[in-house]
């Protein structure tokens, strides 16, 4: 995948996509969403299952007199149709497929160093309303070695990705991975910065305000003079910064955001970041 930002890619250039797929139909989501970024992006996809029952049993194989059955017999059927519904979904994609023994979050993990980007579905958490990402995701976006997609919807049709910015070093990748993501999927990019209510004597000369914000001038810069892209910059002034990521993202194909930003030295995790991740309506990308 080649860049415009003055050779600076926000991914690894060259590297397969991965998608971790157990059959769950949010697994579908995150694979028909990875087939088709994997597909314009000219990259392999690698479909991943991890296989954790060695852990708990022995008993693995067929059932006497029945052919694949059994439990190590299942997860080749899993393997072999997300395969399949990957090269339904983009024909003349590339794509391989690798079971792995070990729980999911490892497994990814540990894989994500291969990958130039890491796709995963989300999972209820029961009755909770509005909590929506499960643990395997907010693990691999903590610990991934790659930006990590979790995928809502399987062909958003917006036709902006956004990307939220502060300032942060990684908000810096965020806004590089998010450029690549716009450029490949042939959107236009927009930069989002969500000020704290203590900036609210700056409203009435809004315009003027987002000109000549240092966070959105900062990110611009990150693209050159010749990004290739259509963009814009909004500057947001809001009580909470979460809440209006979660709000702009509902108009995006997608939202990017760095891992943490700024005073959150020493965590992994971002508050604004789990907090998208969770409310969101659509699909998150974290880059850490």
């Not at 997609?149 to 965020?174: I, K, Y």
């Amino acid at each position: 995948m080649t860049s415009t930002t003055g050779g600076t890619s926000g991914f690894r250039q060259g590297k397969p996509v991965m998608v971790g797929y157990d059959g769950s139909d949010e697994s579908k989501r995150a694979l028909l969403w990875a087939s088709r970024y994997a597909g314009v992006a000219q990259l392999p996809l690698v479909v991943v299952h991890a296989f954790i029952w060695p852990y708990f049993t022995d008993r693995l194989g067929p059932v006497a007199g029945i052919e694949d059955s059994g439990l190590r017999g299942e997860a080749h059927r899993i393997v072999a149709e997300g395969r399949e519904l990957a090269r339904r979904s983009e024909p003349d994609l590339e794509v391989q497929d690798r079971m792995v023994t070990g729980a999911p979050p490892a497994v990814l993990t540990t894989l994500s160093e291969e990958a130039s980007l890491l796709v995963t579905g989300t999972r209820g958490l029961g009755g909770f309303s509005g909590l929506l990402v499960g643990s395997v995701s907010l693990h691999l976006v903590s610990t991934a070695s790659c930006p990590v997609t979790v995928v809502r919807d399987a062909r958003p049709t917006h036709d902006t990705v956004l990307v939220a910015v502060d300032g942060s070093p990684e908000s810096d990748r965020a806004v590089l991975v998010a450029a690549e993501l716009a450029r490949t999927l042939h959107k236009s990019l927009r930069f989002l910065h969500v000020g704290g209510p203590h900036r609210r004597g700056e409203a009435e000369a809004s315009s003027r305000a987002q000109e000549q914000d240092p966070v959105l001038e900062q990110a611009s810069a990150l693209l050159g003079e010749h990004a290739g892209l259509t963009t814009k910059r909004d500057l947001l002034l809001a009580a909470s910064v979460p809440g209006s990521i979660v709000e702009e993202a509902r108009k995006a194909a997608c939202v990017v955001l760095g891992a943490k930003g700024r005073n959150t030295l020493g965590v992994r995790l971002g508050s604004t970041v789990h907090a998208v991740l969770h409310h969101a309506s659509g699909n998150v990308v974290v880059v850490r």
